[in-house]
């Protein structure tokens, strides 16, 4: 049974750090190209980052590069992100989404196979 577990969320003011992870099971983690998205109250489900199965050239949404990275740790079956100078907008339940084969990383939540549950983030002003 494949699982992915979102963890590190929580209650920031703004400028501060979180480092979100998200441990998986049940995959063949170091095949998989994983993805951040989140989702705001009210709004569609964004891309946030991705990192591809090979480990190297993250991809970033416009909002958040040069704030935020992602890495991954075939090793351990886990991604991360490193949330910095965090703003009220970054207010979301982020979600981690594994895309089994893909070479590089997509944007489109449509291409990824397996999500785990999300993880409340919530930067205040």
């Known amino acids: 049974q494949v699982q992915l577990v979102e963890s590190g969320g929580g209650l920031v003011q703004a400028g501060n750090s979180l480092r979100l992870s998200c441990e998986t099971s049940?995959?063949?983690?170091?095949?998989?190209?994983m993805g951040w998205f989140r989702q705001a109250p009210g709004k569609e489900r964004e891309f946030v980052a991705g990192i591809s199965w090979k480990g190297g050239n993250p991809y970033y949404a416009d909002s958040v590069k040069g704030r935020f990275a992602t890495s991954r740790d075939n090793a351990k079956n886990t991604v991360y992100l490193q949330m910095n100078s965090l703003k009220p907008e970054d207010t979301a339940v982020y979600f981690c989404?594994?895309?089994w084969g893909a070479g590089v990383v997509s944007a489109d939540q449509s291409d990824y196979n397996n999500w785990g549950q999300g993880t409340q983030v919530t930067v205040s002003s």
């Open positions: 989404a594994a895309d």
């Open positions: 049940g995959l063949r983690f170091s095949m998989y190209t």
